[in-house]
């Protein structure tokens, strides 16, 4: 199977504060990842498309020096919730693509952000 | 603007029955189609995903798609109460093969014992 992995599960921080959240596809090489913000009750909503070695492209009114994004290895992106305030409390999910022509999107298990 | 629509239920299906799951999707250009099962709290789990128009099956479970009628559905045959989940419906983002798809609200789905 695709196994992708997020870290943390869940954090809970002070408003104004910086929170790291990493995903990591585990037994394949993903050139493209995805971070989706999910409220309660919502279906998820694509924030911006990361890639490996370049930008990350974002999604009309995500704010980009809000939400940064590093795509630095194969197996690695990270999403640095910057400056962060209760607004941003929302469930972060990662998703990494199998490049085995299908395409398919594997998500990791997801970060419960609160912000205090 | 570029939709994917689903009833966002509650779907009611008693313990055996077959549930049908439906998704409308508005580009005509979208090749690829996903179903995930979300269950509260978690993650999306991939169930199966299908390209070309027709049926295909894997286990319980059928997707179905009509490019004509830009309609893709998801049957889950026998139903368990461990099925009662959210079901997101997901379409590719044309033009070109970047992965990105759009997901539907979701289907809430209850499968009584």
């Known amino acids: 199977g695709a196994v992708v992995s997020q870290h943390p599960s869940r954090v809970i921080c002070k408003s104004g504060t910086s929170v790291k959240i990493e995903c990591r596809s585990l037994?394949?090489?993903?050139?493209?990842m995805f971070w989706y913000r999910q409220f309660p009750k919502q279906s998820l909503m694509l924030m911006a498309t990361?890639?490996?070695?370049?930008?990350?492209?974002?999604e009309q009114g995500v704010e980009k020096d809000k939400f940064l994004i590093n795509h630095a290895s194969l197996t690695l992106s990270t999403l640095t919730v910057t400056s962060a305030h209760p607004e941003d409390s929302s469930f972060y999910i990662c998703?990494?693509?199998?490049?085995?022509?299908?395409?398919?999107?594997?998500f990791g298990p997801g970060t419960r952000l609160t912000v205090l | 603007q570029k939709e994917v629509e689903q009833n966002s239920g509650p779907l009611s299906v008693p313990e055996g029955a077959i549930a049908s799951l439906n998704c409308t999707y508005s580009?005509?250009?979208?090749?690829?189609f996903f179903w995930y099962r979300q269950y509260s709290g978690k993650s999306p789990e991939l169930i199966m995903f299908?390209?070309?128009?027709g049926d295909k099956e894997d286990g319980r479970f059928t997707a179905q798609l009509n490019k004509a009628s830009q309609y893709v559905s998801l049957l889950i045959r026998d139903s368990q109460p461990s099925d009662s989940a959210t079901y997101l419906c997901?379409?590719?983002?044309?033009?070109?093969?970047?992965?990105?798809?759009?997901f539907g609200q979701g289907t809430t789905l209850q499968v009584k014992p």
């Open positions: 998703s990494a693509i199998r490049t085995d022509g299908t395409d398919t999107q594997y």
């Open positions: 037994d394949f090489q993903a050139t493209t």
């Open positions: 990361s890639n490996e070695g370049s930008k990350a492209t974002y």
């Open positions: 580009d005509r250009g979208s090749q690829s």
């Open positions: 299908i390209y070309s128009n």
């Open positions: 997901a379409v590719n983002v044309p033009p070109g093969n970047t992965g990105k798809l759009i």
